[in-house]
């Protein structure tokens, strides 16, 4: 099974961007929440508004940990998440698409289960543009079956692939491991009258 370099003993990433996806996981946490990643028992949300927490592809310390009624521990892959369509008001991902087996197939899932007016949150690294991509895309090479995660999954174009509408993206550097920007941001559905609209614009 690949780990994600943020998730192995010794590494961490950027305290204070890891407390800021926090600190927006607690506020818009409500309703139905999928959570995919959660690695310390920190990382959950708030109890008040949740109706649901399903977890998936969580750490041992998730797994083991006692939690509040509205959670779950669901065992599954990301490429077939076992729930209805839009079944979640938000999904939460962290430093999980690039440890997917197949990453394109999981935000494709993801996509599916998350309502039409839900949001996804998420908080990974990514490829860099330019020079650093192209050292991104050797390394993956170098890499290739051993046990590590990809360091040049492009997660805002496969975003865009699987449907869903970019709202916001924040790109940080950590100084620990520069070859692979970190991005956190917000994704959604796009809007139905959007979508009528810009097909009329199309002429289709």
Known sequence: MLTCYYKRAGHSAPAEVVDEF?????????????????????DLPAPDHLEHLALVASSPEIRGARLLHQAEVVDTGLEELPFPQHSFDLVACLFALCSAPDPVRALQE?????????????LEHTKAPGVLGEAQDQVQEMLRGSRRCRPNFEVLT??????????RVDWSWPPTHVRAPLIQGFAAHPDPYYVRELSWLRGS
């Open 22 to 42: 926090r600190a927006q996981l607690h506020r818009r946490a409500s309703g139905r929440v999928l959570f995919i990643g959660a690695h310390h028992m920190a």
């Open 110 to 122: 993801i996509s599916r289960v998350l309502r039409q007016y839900g949001h996804l949150m998420f």
């Open 158 to 167: 496969h975003l865009q692939r699987a449907g869903l509408f970019i709202h």
